[in-house]
C-alpha cells in the first residue's frame, strides 16, 4: 500500500546533515537564507523567523506602530483562508475583519474589497492560497488609493508570480512560510519580506529582538525533518499517517506559537532546498498541468480560473466539486486508492468560533467563503507523485460520480 501525502518538499538526509553541519555559524546561516530570498524575489530585505505566523504578527506589530492614525486597529482578511492569518492578527493586538472571497478565484473578493468602508482599516492581507496569486495589482491599487497597509501573504506562493512580479512583493510588506505542506519546508520557519524604508527600519527593530530558539525547540525540529525526509515517500507515509498524535492535516486555531529566530540549522536547510526550487516549481506545475488536463472536461469538478499573466506555485492543485454533496463520496474514493486529496480549510472564518466572537456582525455573511468551504478539493502536485496520477485520478473521480 502507498499513498500520496496531500503536499511535500522532498528534503534529502544529506541536506539534514549539510544543516547539521553549517549549524554553529548561526548569523551566516540566517544571512545566507535572507539573501536568497532577496535575490529571489527582488526585495531589498528580508528577515527568517520561526514561522508564516510570527512573520505575520511581526508585520502587523510594524504596521500598528507605525501608521500615523493610531486609531486604525482593524485587519480585512478573505474569509476562506487559513486560520493562523485572524490568530496572528489577534497575536499583533489587533483585530481582524473579513472580507468575502471569489469561490472562481479562490482570491478575496476584489467588489466586495472596493465598496468597504475603510475608516478603522490598517491593513488588507492576501491569501494566495495553494500558490495561485489573488489579483495582487487590484488589491495593490485598492490599498493605495484608500491609504491603507497591504500585507501579502504568500505562505504558500513562495516563487508564484504575476507578470515579473512575485507573490509576496506586492504591497508594502509580504512573507513566506517553510511549514510542513508550503513551497519548501523546514517542518516551520518563515521569511519576513519588505521594501518600503519605514516599515523596514521598524521590522529590522522588531525582528532584530526575536530571540533565538530554544536547544529544545531545535532538537524537536532535527528530529521532525529527519521522519519527513524518510516518511514522505509514498510507500512509507501510510506508517505516519496511521500515527494519530502527528496531527496531519489538522486544521485548528490556535493563538499560541512560539515568535523566534528562525535556527541556524533550519536556515541552513532552507538554503539548499531554495537552490532546487526552481526543480521543485516546475515538477508541481508539469503536475499541476497533467491535472488540469486530466479533468478539464470531468463533469464532476469545476476548474478554479487563473488570470492570465499569471504563474501559480501549485503547493497544492484546487478544484471545486460542483454539486458539494459528493464531495466527501470523492474524498474517499481518492483516499482508498492513495491520493492524498483533502477537502483543505473546513470552515469559512466566519464559521470559526474563535474568528466569529470578534468580527460585527455584517461580515458574518460570507457566501463566497462558505461555498468554497463546501465544495473545495486539493489534490497534490509533488515531486514523489507518478506520472500517471493524473490519469489515475480522473478515472477514481469518474467511476465514483458516474
Ligand atoms: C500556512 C499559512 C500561514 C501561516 O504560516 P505558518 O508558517 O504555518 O505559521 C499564513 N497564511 C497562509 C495563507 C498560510 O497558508
Avoid at 549539510?18 to 529571489?40: K, M, P
Avoid at 508550503?182 to 524604508?197: F, P, W, Y
Wanted: glycine share 6%; with cysteine.
Amino acid at each position: 500500500m502507498s499513498y500520496l501525502a496531500p503536499a511535500g518538499t522532498p528534503v534529502a538526509l544529506s541536506d539534514i546533515a549539510h544543516g547539521l553541519l553549517n549549524a554553529r555559524t548561526g548569523s551566516t546561516a540566517s544571512q545566507e537564507v535572507a539573501q536568497a530570498v532577496e535575490l529571489l524575489t527582488g526585495t531589498s530585505r528580508a528577515w527568517p523567523v520561526s514561522s508564516g505566523r510570527a512573520a505575520m504578527t511581526a508585520i502587523l506589530t510594524a504596521m500598528r506602530e507605525t501608521a500615523s492614525d493610531q486609531g486604525r486597529t482593524e485587519v480585512v482578511i478573505p474569509a476562506y483562508t487559513c486560520y493562523s492569518v485572524p490568530a496572528a492578527i489577534g497575536r499583533a493586538g489587533l483585530a481582524p475583519r473579513l472580507c468575502d472571497s471569489d469561490p472562481d478565484t479562490l482570491g478575496i473578493d476584489i467588489e466586495q474589497l472596493q465598496r468597504r468602508d475603510f475608516s478603522r482599516t490598517l491593513a488588507v492581507v492576501s491569501s494566495n492560497l495553494y500558490g495561485l496569486p489573488d489579483d495582487l495589482p487590484a488589491i495593490e491599487a485598492i490599498c493605495r488609493e484608500r491609504g491603507v497597509f497591504f500585507l501579502d501573504d504568500a505562505a504558500q506562493a513562495l516563487g508564484a508570480h504575476i507578470s515579473d512580479r512575485f507573490a509576496g512583493t506586492f504591497g508594502d510588506a509580504g512573507l513566506y512560510s517553510f511549514d510542513k505542506g508550503k513551497v519548501i519546508s523546514t517542518i516551520q520557519g518563515g521569511v519576513i519580506i519588505c521594501n518600503r524604508g519605514a516599515l523596514a527600519e521598524r521590522l529590522e527593530t522588531i525582528a532584530g529582538a526575536f530571540p533565538a530558539p530554544s536547544a529544545l525547540e531545535v532538537t524537536s525540529i532535527i528530529l521532525r525533518l529527519g521522519v519527513y525526509s524518510v516518511f514522505l515517500k509514498p510507500r512509507l507515509y501510510p506508517l505516519i499517517k496511521a500515527i494519530p498524535f502527528t496531527g496531519l492535516g489538522e486544521t485548528v486555531f490556535c493563538a499560541e506559537y512560539p515568535i523566534t529566530r528562525l535556527s541556524a540549522f533550519q536556515s541552513a536547510v532552507a538554503t539548499r532546498l531554495l537552490r532546487r526550487l526552481e526543480h521543485f516549481q516546475a515538477g508541481r506545475r508539469r503536475n499541476a498541468a497533467a491535472l488540469r488536463q486530466a479533468l478539464q472536461d470531468c463533469p464532476a469538478l469545476q476548474p478554479i480560473r487563473v488570470a492570465e499573466q499569471t504563474v501559480p506555485s501549485y503547493v497544492r492543485y484546487p478544484v471545486r466539486v460542483r454539486n458539494p454533496r459528493k464531495r466527501s463520496l470523492i474524498l474517499n474514493a481518492l483516499t482508498r486508492a492513495g491520493v492524498g486529496a483533502t477537502t483543505s480549510y473546513p470552515l469559512s472564518l466566519a464559521d470559526v468560533p474563535e474568528v466569529r466572537a470578534q468580527v460585527p456582525h455584517a461580515d458574518l455573511e460570507c457566501p463566497g467563503a462558505r461555498e468554497l468551504a463546501a465544495s473545495i478539493l486539493t489534490l497534490p502536485t509533488h515531486a514523489y507523485c507518478p506520472p500517471d496520477t493524473a490519469a489515475h485520478v480522473r478515472k477514481v473521480i469518474d467511476q465514483c460520480t458516474t
